[in-house]
């Protein structure tokens, strides 16, 4: 058992060993049973034991690399697991890995949320409240369940358990857990760190664009920490400030006019490989420095933010400029409508030197930072 626990992998794509295991990959089957033992994880214990007993080959653990005893050993936590051990002995539980589906209030104690009910005066099981609520306002079967991690080994595994046994049905048909959000340098938050992050405090007062966060959140999968600091955000401003500028600049020369079939795939499938948004927002940076005409462009790209929600067809075509190159915008304007072409071109190299796109439309001078 501890050659199986120092064995333990814990940084797995689950989604993508359970197909593997079905299609009858040995390695799949047992890297997932190893995974869900270290995880404490019943319900996939169970799962891949059942996989594994399926396998057509007699002699599959020796032909990987933890030998025999190693995979028996493994099995055998997994029993233990299964069983209860290392559970406080509840005389009135048939099973040690039974949980509370109602709670007794305490005998002359009235709390401030009991109820009466056919067993006496209580209150609900903590898991019982999200399945009666989910069932109740949303059905018996669902699609999408979300949550942190830190409810896969207890809180989920009970509320699949309940439920089914409930109506017979499948629950949930995917269970997408996110990963910590962490402070800078692997910290979790605390408020004895004094590094909690409040919305007030972190991004109100600080008058940091909500979309901002979103954008630094696409760029790390959900199932991995995030790590959290100004430099962060600070880069994903500047991201985001980037793509609204591409934006304006497809704008300048053409209106949206047919979605590019080629990208929208890839597009699709980055966000259908588990909602794997660093790679779509790849997918969109791909799209935007193409050589494709930028009426598909612009039209793919609002496409797509339907998904991404970054408010990207609202983008306003004029950007808060510096004092320094608005004064000198105003200049060329009043240069331009006196024909003062020397002058206007004067000023045009001046603010590209600063680092401006300027732009003249038939709408009027645009200046831009690209």
């Avoid at 018996?140 to 979300?146: A, G």
Wanted: charge should be neutral; glycine fraction near 8%.
């Amino acid at each position: 058992i501890s050659a199986c626990a120092k064995k333990g992998i814990t940084d797995v794509d689950t989604v993508k060993i359970t197909k593997d295991c079905d299609s009858g990959n040995v390695d799949a089957c047992v890297t997932g049973l190893i995974n869900s033992i270290s995880r404490g994880n019943s319900r996939e214990i169970d799962i891949f034991v059942s996989k594994i007993g399926k396998l057509k080959e007699a002699d599959f653990f020796e032909k990987r690399c933890i030998n025999k005893e190693i995979a028996e050993a493994c099995l055998s936590l997994g029993a233990m697991y299964h069983n209860g051990e290392g559970v406080e002995k509840n005389p009135e539980k048939r099973n040690p890995t039974d949980f509370a589906l109602w709670k007794f209030s305490p005998p002359n104690v009235e709390r401030q949320m009991e109820w009466p009910s056919p067993w006496g005066v209580g209150f609900p099981g903590w898991h019982v409240e999200c399945s009666a609520m989910s069932m109740k306002f949303l059905g018996d079967l669902l699609d999408i369940h979300c949550g942190g991690v830190d409810h896969i080994n207890v809180h989920h595994t009970n509320e699949i358990a309940q439920s089914e046994a409930a109506t017979g049905k499948q629950f949930f048909r995917f269970w997408m857990h996110g990963a910590f959000l962490i402070i800078s340098g692997g910290k979790k938050m605390a408020k004895s760190e004094g590094n909690f992050l409040t919305l007030e405090a972190t991004f109100i007062q600080k008058g940091i664009d909500p979309l901002v966060y979103r954008f630094a959140a696409f760029l790390t999968h959900y199932r991995k920490p995030m790590e959290y600091s100004d430099q962060a955000v600070e880069a994903a401003g500047n991201g985001l400030g980037h793509l609204r500028n591409q934006v304006r600049t497809l704008r300048s020369v053409s209106e949206p006019t047919v979605i590019e079939s080629k990208f929208r795939d890839k597009f699709l499938g980055a966000i259908n490989d588990d909602l794997n948004m660093p790679r779509a927002m790849a997918v969109v940076q791909e799209l935007l420095k193409s050589d494709l005409d930028p009426g598909k462009k612009l039209a793919t790209v609002y496409d797509w933010d339907r998904v991404l929600g970054l408010d990207l067809e609202k983008v306003d075509d004029s950007q808060q400029l510096p004092l320094e190159v608005m004064e000198k915008v105003e200049a060329r304007k009043q240069a331009r409508k006196e024909k003062n072409w020397q002058l206007s071109d004067k000023l045009r190299d001046e603010i590209q030197a600063l680092g401006y796109v300027v732009q003249d439309t038939a709408k009027g001078m645009k200046v831009f930072k690209p």
